[in-house]
C-alpha cells in the first residue's frame, strides 16, 4: 500500500517535470539565444503558468478531499472523554468550519484572478490603488468574526482553568522524570503530603515529606485511575527537565515544571470500557490491529516477535522535548465507575505503610540500623538550611 | 511632502571605486552590495544544510529505526551506528534544522541580504550609513554561522534540548549529551549573531532615517523598505532579551547560578539548584521568540509587496493600509508572546491577556492579505518565476495564518499545543511563506547583484516542483496534528496509538523528498547564471524602483553621477495618461498629468 503510494507519487511527478521541461522549452522558439528577453516571461509563459496557476487551484481542493476523506476522523474533534471537552470542542468546530470557508474562498479568488489577469501583449492593468470602502470591509469583517470567537474562548478558558477549591474534587499528582510517570493518590485526608526532591529515598520515589501528616496516608501508583463522573485536579510536578502531561482524549494539557507545582483540573465522562465500545473507536482499533497484524509478518519474516494486539487505552503523553527518550514517556490512564475506582484504590498500601515496610527490611541489613530515622529527619532539617543559604 | 532626505555623502569621495585587492573588493569589503551578496551566499549554504537535516528525519519519521546508506553516510557512526539514526540524534537534527533555518537562513539570510542590498539603492543613498559595521556585521555572522555549524561535530553533538532551548533540557549535560559541548557553542554563536544583527539593524535603520535622496520621503518608500525598516526595529527591540537569557543560562550552566533552575535530582542525585524557574526563561526566549516569526515574514512581506506590483502591472493596493499593517503588526509582535506558553504552568488570567491580543494579529493580517489579493485583481500579470513565488507566497501565508486563530486561542491550544497541528502552521506561515519571500528576491533581484539573468525555465521547474510538494508537505500534516501526535517524536510506533498515521507520514517524507530534489534546479541555476547567465539590461522587469536606475555593473557609490531626485510614489504602473506603464520614482510629473493619490 504504501510502496504504491510512493511509486505513484514519484512517477506522477516525474511526468509532472518533464511535461513542464517540454511545455517550457517549446515556448522558447523564437526568441535569440543570448538575448536576456528570453528570461523574461512572455506572452506565453503567461499563458500556461496562469493556466497551472488554476490548475494548482484544483490541486489544494482534491488534497483537501482527499485528507478528509482518508484522515477525517480527526480524533482532537470527536469524542471527547472530559466534561469540558465539549466546549472545546464546540469552538474548534466553529473555528474550524470558518478557516475551512475562508480559505475555499480566498485560494479562489488568488488563483483565479492571477489565471484571469494572466499577462497580454497590449492590455493596460487596471489603476487601482485606493478604496476605502473595501478596505473599511476588510477590517470590519475580521474585527466582528474574532470578537465573537476571543468572547467564546476566553469564557472556554476561564472556565477551565479556574478550579473552585471548595468543590468535592480528587486531588491526584502526576510526577514526571526522565522518562516515566508516577501517579501519588492523596489518600482519605485528600491531601497531598509536602514534597521535594531532596525527600526522594528508596521506595519514596518522588520525594514525599514523610513528617507531613497529611504524607502518612498517599498512595503511590503506576497507572493514572479516575472515577467516572468526578472533578479531578491533577497536580503536577517534574523532578528534573520539563515535561508536559498531555491527555488528548480528555483535551487536557499543562506542563510540568521543576521547582514548580502546575495544576489542569478536568471531570472524566466516560468510562474505559464504554469508550471502547463506541463505534468509531472499534473501527480505529481494528484499523491499527491490521496495520500491527501486516508488521508483525515481516517481524516474524525477520525472526523477530510479533506485535502484541492493540486494545484501546487512555494515554497521557508525553508532550515537551525532554531528553532522548521523550518518546516513548507515556502513562496509561483508566477511568472507572466510583466502585470499581474505591476497590481498586482501597487495594493500594498507604505510603506510610510502604516506607515503613522499607526500612524495616533494610534495618537488619544495615550496620548501623539506628541511623536511619536520624537521616531522614537530618534530611528535613538540611533541606531548610540549604534553602536558606541559596537564597 | 514635507520630510526630504539629506544628501549627506557626495559623489566625490567614491570616485576611486576601482581601486582596492581580491581582499577589499569580495573579502572585507564595505560596499553594501557585495556584503549583500556574502550574506546571500552564505545563507544558502546554511539553507543547504538545515534543509538536508530536515530530509533526515523525516525519513526517520516515516521508515521509524530503519537502516539507511545515507545515514551512515552522512551522520557518522555517532549518530547512526549501522545506518540507523539515534534518539538523541534525531533530537539533535531537529534542533539544528531550527536554528539554522529560523535564524541563520531566514534572518540573516533573507533580511540580511535584502536590508544590505535594497536599502541604499531604494532610497537612493551612496551606501549604508556605516560601511565599516556593515562589513563587521557580516563577519560576525559568518563566525556565528561557522561556530554553529562546528558544533554539531563536537564530543556529544550539537544542541538537542529543541531550538527553544528550554532548560533545564539544555542546562543539564546529564540529561541529553547535547547539552554539553554542543549547547556551549550554540549560545557562544547566539551571542555572536545577536551582536551582529544589532549591528546591522541599526545601521539599517540610521540609514533609512537619515539617507533618503531628495524626494524620498516616507510616505513614497517603497514598501520594502519600510518592511525592512520596521523589521529591523523589531530586532533592536527584541534581541538584545534574547541575549539576555542565553547570559544567565550561560550562568547557570558554567557558574553554578539558579536563574532558570529550581530543585532538580538528576541521575541519582540531588543538584544544587534552588529558586529559579524555567517559565521565566521561556519568557525571556519567546519574547524575541515571537517577534522573531515577524523578523522573518515581514520582509519577505515588503519584497513579495514590491514584486507583485511590478509583475501585475498595477500599483499595490492600499499602500497607506500596508504601511498601517506593518506597523500593527510590528506593534502586537511585541506583546503577544505568552501564546506559547499557555499551558507553561503561568497564570491563566496571563493567558486571557495573550488570547486576545494574539487575535488582534489576525487583522492587519487578513488586511495585507486582501490587499494582496485586490493589487492582483485585473492586473496583466508578468508570469515571471518571482511571481510565481509571490503567489505562491500570498496563497501559503493565507493557508497556514488561518490556523493561528486556532492556535492563538488559549482553549483550543490546549489540545493542539505542540502537536502537528503546530508544526503544519508555522511552516506554512512563517517557513514556507518566508522562503518563498526568499526565492522570489533572489529571482527579482538577481539581475542587480550579479549583472545576468537567471534561467526562466528552470526556474519554472523550480516553482512548480516546490509549491506541490511543499504543499504536500505540510496540508496533509495538520491531519497527522488533529490526531493527537506529539511534535520532536523519535518514532511514532513505540506504542500503538499512532500506528495508523503511518501512511501519512511516508506521504509526507516522500512529498519531502521529492521537494528537497526539486531545490537541486534552484541551486544549479542560481551557481551557474553568477557566471553564465545571460547578460542583464539595466531594467529587466520595467520597474519604478530607484535601483534600476544604476548601472548593471556595481560601482562603488551606485551613481556615477548626481543622486537621482525622487518626484513620485513607487507604484505608478499603468497610470492612465502616461506613454509607458510604468513610471519610474525619478520620473518628474508630465505636464498636465493627473496628481493621483501621492
Partial sequence: MTSLLILA????????????????????????????????????????????????????????????????????????????????????????????????????????????????????????????????????????????????????????????????????????????????????????????????????????????????????????????????????????????????????????????????????????????????????????????????????????????????????????????????????????????????????????????????????????????PEELSEVNTDNEAIAQVVK | MSAVGHEIVSGHEHDHHDKGNFFTKYVFSLDHKMIAKQYLITGVIMGIIGVMMSLLFRMQIAWPEESFTLFKWLLGDRMAPDGVMKNDAYLALVTMHGTIMVFFVLTAGLSGTFSNLLIPLQIGARDMASGFLNMLSYWMFFGSALLMVISIFVEGGPASAGWTIYPPLSALPQAIPGSGMGMTLWLISMAIFIVSSTMGSLNYVATVINLRTKGMSMARLPLTVWALFVTAIIGIVSFPVLLSAALLLIFDRSFGTSFFLSDIYLAGEVLHYQGGSPVLFEHLFWFLGHPEVYIVILPAMGLASEIIACNARKPIFGYRAMIASILGIAFLSTIVWGHHMFVSGMNPFLGSVFTFTTLLIAIPSAVKAFNYITTIWSGNIQMNPAMLFCIGFVSTFITGGLTGIILGDSTLDINVHDTYFVIAHFHLVMGISALYGMFAGIYHWYPKLFGRMMNKNLGYIH?????????????????????????????????????????????????????????????????????YGKKAPQNPWRANGLEWTTPVEHIHGNWPGELPVVYRWPYDYSKPGLPEDYAPQNMPFLEGEEKMHH
Wanted: hydrophobic share 45%; with cysteine.
Fill in chain 1, 9 to 372: 507519487v514519484v512517477v506522477l511527478l516525474g511526468i509532472a517535470v518533464w511535461q513542464l521541461t517540454k511545455i517550457f522549452e517549446l515556448t522558447q522558439v523564437g526568441s535569440g539565444p543570448d538575448d536576456a528577453a528570453s528570461q523574461i516571461a512572455n506572452e506565453k509563459d503567461n499563458n500556461i503558468n496562469g493556466y497551472l496557476l488554476f490548475a494548482f487551484l484544483g490541486f489544494i481542493y482534491i488534497m483537501t478531499i482527499f485528507c478528509l476523506v482518508k484522515y477525517g476522523s480527526l480524533p482532537l474533534m470527536s469524542n471527547p472523554a472530559s466534561e469540558h471537552g465539549i466546549l472545546v470542542d464546540n469552538l474548534m468546530w466553529i473555528s474550524m468550519i470558518l478557516i475551512f470557508i475562508v480559505q475555499i474562498f480566498t485560494q479562489f479568488l488568488l488563483h483565479y484572478f492571477a489565471f484571469k489577469g494572466r499577462g497580454i501583449k497590449g492590455r493596460k492593468a487596471r489603476y487601482y490603488s485606493d478604496n476605502d470602502k473595501l478596505e473599511a470591509v476588510w477590517t470590519i469583517i475580521p474585527v466582528i468574526t474574532l470578537t465573537g470567537l476571543i468572547l467564546y474562548g476566553l469564557y472556554a478558558w476561564n472556565d477551565i482553568m479556574f478550579v473552585d477549591e471548595e468543590e468535592d474534587v480528587l486531588v491526584v499528582e502526576v510526577y514526571a522524570k526522565q522518562f516515566a510517570w508516577d501517579v501519588r493518590y492523596s489518600g482519605k485526608d485528600n491531601t497531598l503530603g509536602k514534597a521535594n526532591v531532596r525527600f526522594i529515598k528508596g521506595i519514596n520515589l518522588v520525594g514525599v515529606d514523610m513528617s507531613d501528616p497529611n504524607a502518612i496516608d498517599d498512595k503511590m501508583a503506576k497507572e493514572l485511575r479516575l472515577p467516572v463522573g468526578k472533578k479531578v485536579v491533577l497536580k503536577f510536578r517534574s523532578q528534573d527537565v520539563l515535561h508536559s502531561a498531555y491527555l488528548p482524549h480528555f483535551r487536557a494539557q499543562m506542563n510540568c515544571v521543576p521547582g514548580m507545582v502546575t495544576q489542569f483540573a478536568f471531570v472524566p465522562t466516560v468510562t474505559t470500557a464504554e469508550m471502547r465500545e463506541r463505534e468509531e473507536f472499534v473501527t480505529k482499533v481494528n484499523n491499527i490491529n491490521n496495520i500491527r497484524a501486516e508488521r508483525s509478518q515481516k517481524l516474524m519474516a525477520k525472526g523477530e516477535e510479533a506485535l502484541e494486539p492493540y486494545e484501546f487505552d487512555y494515554l497521557l503523553l508525553c508532550n515537551k522535548i525532554c531528553g532522548a527518550s521523550h518518546y516513548n514517556m507515556q502513562l496509561k490512564v483508566v477511568v472507572d465507575t466510583p466502585e470499581d475506582f474505591e476497590a481498586w484504590l482501597a487495594e493500594l498500601p498507604t505510603l506510610g505503610e510502604q516506607v515503613a515496610a522499607e526500612e524495616a527490611s533494610n534495618a537488619p541489613a544495615e550496620e548501623q540500623p539506628a541511623e536511619t
Fill in chain 2, 463 to 531: 516553482f512548480w516542483g516546490t509549491v506541490v510538494c511543499a504543499y504536500g508537505v505540510f496540508f496533509p500534516m495538520h491531519f497527522v496534528g488533529l490526531a493527537g501526535l506529539p511534535r520532536r517524536y523519535y518514532s511514532n510506533t513505540a506504542f500503538p496509538l499512532f500506528d495508523d498515521l503511518y501512511d501519512l507520514n511516508v506521504l509526507i517524507t516522500v512529498f519531502a523528498l521529492v521537494g528537497g530534489v526539486f531545490q537541486l534546479f534552484f541551486l544549479w541555476n542560481f551557481f551557474t547564471s553568477i557566471f
